[in-house]
């Protein structure tokens, strides 16, 4: 007797439907108030002006799923929507050549929309510092904000988040707009960085940019185009 288990798979829908801008909101707060921890109440031997890019994303990690989320902390961070926040998952990229892609950070939801591809469903963050021996252009674009864009990094999402670690006078505006034109063959805009409209400056982040990207891969599960990708920019300072 078939129980039917394998019989029909259903339509897979790629990309995904879009994260509310609400729960990325959320996000963004949460990792704002972990690195406030960072900052105010590090755990004993870590220096966040010294620590170098691994060691930073660590300690983020843990302070946001360890002494942020599920606190009261920032509403709606809680078992309602998410859970859990995991560091260096290992994930395929979207055609399968590479098959241990390792985004910084993968920050689950609790509640998947029917037709999607589990295991790529989420917010994926890639964390880079952007200080004087790590520039804006060959480090945070060439390094970090292209995996979103060639389809190593949430392939089957529209959109995904970039973290930098900043020092002054690292700021969005200019240092990000300027890499960005100068990587118009490399690394297409077609729209941004602008501000969001939602979001807010704090006193040690930047008001949240976006861009968005153009990608020219075809989803193998499909055979459609993946579409563009909709990158938003959260800037913390290290000083």
């Known amino acids: 007797m078939s129980l039917g288990i394998f019989e029909d798979r259903g339509k897979i829908t790629l990309p995904h439907p879009p994260i509310p801008l609400a729960v990325l909101l959320i996000i963004e707060s949460a990792l704002c108030a972990a690195w406030e921890l960072l900052r105010t109440n590090p755990r004993p031997g870590f220096d966040l002006r010294t620590a170098k890019e691994d060691e930073i994303t660590l300690e983020l990690q843990e302070a946001v799923f360890d002494r942020i989320f599920d606190k009261g902390i920032v509403h709606g961070f809680d078992r309602q929507l998410f859970s859990a926040v995991v560091r260096g998952q290992r994930l395929r990229n979207y055609n399968r050549s590479i098959l241990d892609k390792m985004p910084d ?135």
């Open 105 to 239: 950070l993968t920050i689950m939801l609790v509640n998947h929309p029917a037709g999607i591809i589990n295991t790529q469903d989420g917010i994926f963050v890639e964390c880079k510092p952007v200080d004087s021996t790590h520039s804006t252009g060959a480090h945070y674009c060439d390094k970090g904000l292209i995996r979103f864009v060639v389809g190593d990094y949430a392939w089957a999402m529209s959109s995904a988040l970039m973290v930098g670690y900043t020092v002054k006078p690292y700021t969005i505006s200019p240092k990000l707009t300027d890499a960005l034109r100068a990587r118009a063959k490399t690394l297409p805009t077609s729209s941004g960085p602008d501000p969001c409209k939602a979001s807010s400056a704090g006193p040690h982040n930047e008001v949240v940019h976006t861009s968005k990207h153009p990608r020219d891969f075809t989803y193998l599960e499909t055979d459609e185009p993946a579409g563009p990708i909709t990158i938003r920019h959260l800037w913390l300072s290290r000083d």
